[in-house]
């Protein structure tokens, strides 16, 4: 039976994301505490792993509670920040990290999400294990840690979630909470760097590109894809489910779409 595996938060953009066991879904329609935080350079530009490399190199920790993240770098050096008291001592920091004079943003209305006007990105835990069998050296939770989803499905098969995106594709809900499928999610360079040490796998997309065309599921609209360099699916929350919360362990029901927007 379909069910929610994991559920994965990014509190700040770019950097590591941390497991949770239940999230409401905003008003907005993004997952609480996802992307609530983000680091800005002067020019206003956002610092990610699109960006530098260097997020590779700093682990993260984060409580959601209290607001305490936890930094360390690659040699040892541990900070702890209090980002609901102390942001500007973290922003000196993270200033002094990346040679930039960098400013720490909060958005607890939406987050700092790439797609502003969609939700929650989606793929099954199947999809991970065969991402993962393509490269030599690669585990799931690497493939896991590489491809950022928010929600993860087992008990489905792999690319089970391309079905949801395309002309007249079907919506789902989990344990009552409407999601529609609404594009799949284009690659960047990120997926193909190592989460730690930012490493690159050589001829990743290359062989991502091969093996995705080989594998690509019948239930799919092909026409929903402008390449193959795609996974996982970014959805939307109808306003119906806004407000409602999703826990791991809650049962995934495909649905037609227009009963999720209703």
Not at 4 to 29: A, M, N, S, Y
Not at 51 to 65: A, G, I, K, M, Q
Not at 130 to 135: D, E, L, N
Request: hydrophobic letters at 35%; one cysteine or more; proline letters at 5%.
């Amino acid at each position: 039976m379909a069910r929610v595996e994991r559920l994965r938060v990014f509190p700040i953009k770019g950097l590591d994301g941390i497991d949770v066991e239940t999230t409401p879904v905003l008003e907005g329609g993004t997952l609480k505490y996802d992307r609530e935080f983000a680091l800005f350079d002067a020019d206003g530009n956002v610092i990610n792993g699109k960006r530098t490399e260097r997020v590779h190199e700093l682990t993260t920790d984060f409580d959601p509670n209290s607001g305490a993240l936890w930094v360390e770098t690659p040699c040892g050096d541990t900070q702890q920040f209090d980002l609901h008291a102390e942001r500007t001592r973290a922003e000196r920091w993270f200033s002094d990290c990346f040679d930039l004079t960098v400013t720490l943003e909060r958005d607890t209305s939406l987050g700092f999400v790439d797609r502003r006007e969609l939700g929650p990105s989606i793929v099954s835990t199947a999809t991970l294990e065969t991402v993962a069998s393509w490269f030599d050296r690669l585990t799931v939770e690497g493939a896991r840690r590489r491809f950022r989803a928010n929600v993860e499905v087992s008990g489905v098969p792999a690319f089970w979630e391309d079905r949801f995106v395309g002309e007249g594709a079907p919506a789902f809900e989990i344990d009552g909470v409407p999601v529609d499928g609404v594009t799949p999610c284009g690659r960047c360079v990120v997926p193909q760097r190592h989460p730690d040490t930012g490493e690159s796998i050589p001829e990743f997309r290359e062989r991502f590109v091969e093996k995705r065309k080989e594998t690509f599921p019948e239930w799919a609209d092909d026409d929903a894809f402008d390449h193959y360099y795609c996974s996982m699916i970014i959805a939307r929350v109808p306003q119906s489910g806004c407000g409602e919360t999703i826990d791991v362990g809650d049962d995934v029901r495909t649905i037609r779409s227009e009963s999720a927007r209703a």
